[in-house]
């Protein structure tokens, strides 16, 4: 099965902390994930609370390797406010067919991501310069949006976890179902997320800028590596 995403190579028990600021608003993020080796891949679990409010999140997800490549293979996630819960969703990519847009029931399309399995599937992208890979981001049910991941220049980032050399990913839409000027156009006017992942092996996600909404005037939220 084609992938996109290779192994590569958590160590068992990593932990990644981070916070999360938007420009412009009050109030913080904290997000800490831990991910545990399998012996066909990885589960990692990621908590997020809001400084000084009562917001929380778990999001529990499964990452299947199948010939040295990795898959999303499930997702679980779950916020609460005040420890009620507030909303729960799943989802199932790996080995299933799903109810999609026009009436057609068929899989889910290679290289799915839900939005937080991008701290692990992204970082076995080829961070190659130049290299341009389509991934399928799943936002809920069957909802998934087309993205390119373009590998670009390596530069040294500063978050609160230290200085650290990183190679430049840029994400934005792609609308494959349009001619190639259009998509150019509308691609153009959508902002862009752009990742920065760490060039030393395994690539862990240092800074994540991207919009809280799809105007280019919407502010930028932006996810840094704290330790």
């Given at each position: 099965m084609h ?14 902390d ?12 904290d997000l800490s994930?831990?991910?545990t ?12 609370r ?5 917001f929380e999140?778990t999001?529990?997800?499964r ?8 898959h999303?293979e ?13 909303s729960?969703?799943?989802?199932r ?8 847009f ?18 692990i599937?992204?970082r076995?992208?080829?961070?190659t ?5 389509s991934?399928n981001?799943w936002?809920?049910y ?21 200085r650290v050399?990183c190679?430049q ?5 792609r609308?494959?179902?349009l001619?190639t000027m259009a998509?150019k156009?509308?691609?153009?006017f ?7 992942f ?16 799809p ?7 932006v ?5």
């Open positions: 992938s996109v995403f290779r192994d590569p190579g958590i160590p068992d028990g990593e932990r990644t981070y916070t999360v600021l938007v420009e412009g608003r009050p109030g913080r993020l994930g831990v991910t080796r399998e012996r066909d891949g990885y589960f990692s679990v990621i908590e997020a809001a400084v000084g409010g009562d999140m999001v529990c997800q990452f299947r390797r199948i010939e040295a490549v990795l999303a499930s997702y679980c996630a779950e916020s609460r406010s005040g420890g009620i819960v507030v729960r969703e799943e989802g990519f790996l080995g299933v067919e799903h109810l999609q026009g009436g057609l029931i068929t899989p889910f399309p290679a290289n799915v991501m839900p939005l937080l399995g991008g701290l599937l992204l076995g992208l080829d961070f310069e130049g290299v341009e890979e991934v981001l936002l809920a069957s909802v998934h949006v087309p993205l390119s991941a373009r590998i670009e220049q390596c530069a040294t980032i500063e978050v609160p976890a230290g050399r190679r990913v840029r994400l934005r839409p609308l494959p179902q001619n998509d156009v509308i691609g153009g959508l902002p862009p997320a752009v990742a920065h760490e060039v030393a092996e395994p690539h862990r996600l240092v800074r994540f800028s991207f919009p809280v909404g105007m280019p005037w919407d502010p930028r939220a996810l840094e590596l704290s330790k």
